[in-house]
């Protein structure tokens, strides 16, 4: 079982609309979490970061909000743009050497005209 | 510097033979990462580097996979034998060293395979 799950698995809304993806995760102990989006056939961009004691990050439209103690995390996209259909994936960090990352299998939006 | 270089691009090579990918880190990028994706699917861990030491291999490592950093610089990833199921994504990835957290992980385009 996947340890960062996230839903929903894929999304269509139309361009100018807003909308939040989910994140939920049971790893541990919690380092971080990040936010990446990755278009198709191209490598995952950064888009936040949050550590345990951060409850809200933004990036221009994107802002990614963290509760740790219910372990949720959501990515909010505000007034979409044709640009933002892509995949993004949840990604937790773990406190220790080594791989530290654990990745959700992301949820693919489709913004349509 | 542009970031995480990978090379090819593309590969497409028939069910038995060997390939190899290259990944140039961002400079003076301690740790680099490599990472396998399937289409819908999220990256999965395959191996790690501080510097020129592998410190860490995942189980889909298997023995037809090695994984080098010579130099503590580029990496190479040579996959012997290769099946249909090793069709995927390679990524890579390189991040500073100073802390476990905070650092942005920078990941390159990704090098894709397709055994026939």
């Known amino acids: 079982k996947n340890q960062v799950e996230q839903s929903p698995q894929s999304l269509i809304i139309l361009e100018g609309k807003n909308c939040t993806l989910q994140?939920?995760?049971?790893?541990?102990?919690?380092?971080?979490l990040r936010w990446y989006k990755q278009d198709t056939g191209r490598g995952p961009v950064s888009l936040t970061i949050m550590t345990f004691s951060e409850n809200t990050k933004s990036n221009g439209r994107y802002t990614a909000t963290l509760d740790a103690d219910t372990k949720q995390s959501s990515l909010h996209i505000t007034a979409s743009q044709l640009s933002d259909s892509a995949s993004y994936i949840c990604?937790?960090?773990?406190?220790?050497?080594?791989?530290?990352?654990?990745f959700g299998g992301g949820t693919r939006l489709m913004v349509k005209p | 510097d542009t970031g995480v270089s990978q090379n090819p691009r593309h590969k497409i090579t028939k069910r038995g033979q060997n390939v190899t990918f290259r990944c140039d880190p961002i400079s003076e990028h301690n740790r680099l990462y490599w990472y396998r994706q399937t289409l819908g699917q999220g990256p999965e861990f395959l191996t790690y580097?501080?510097?020129?030491?592998?410190?860490?291999k995942s189980r889909l490592l298997s023995d037809r996979f090695s994984a080098e950093r010579p130099k503590g610089s580029f990496s190479t990833l040579e996959i012997q034998r290769t099946e249909q199921g090793d069709s995927a994504m390679y990524l890579c990835?390189?991040?500073?060293?100073?802390?476990?957290?905070?650092?942005?992980?920078?990941f390159g385009e990704g090098s894709w395979l397709t055994v026939v």
């Open positions: 994140c939920n995760y049971t790893v541990s102990p919690f380092s971080n």
């Open positions: 580097f501080q510097n020129e030491a592998q410190l860490e």
């Open positions: 990604v937790v960090s773990v406190l220790r050497a080594g791989n530290m990352l654990t």
């Open positions: 990835a390189s991040s500073p060293t100073t802390d476990f957290s905070g650092n942005t992980i920078y």
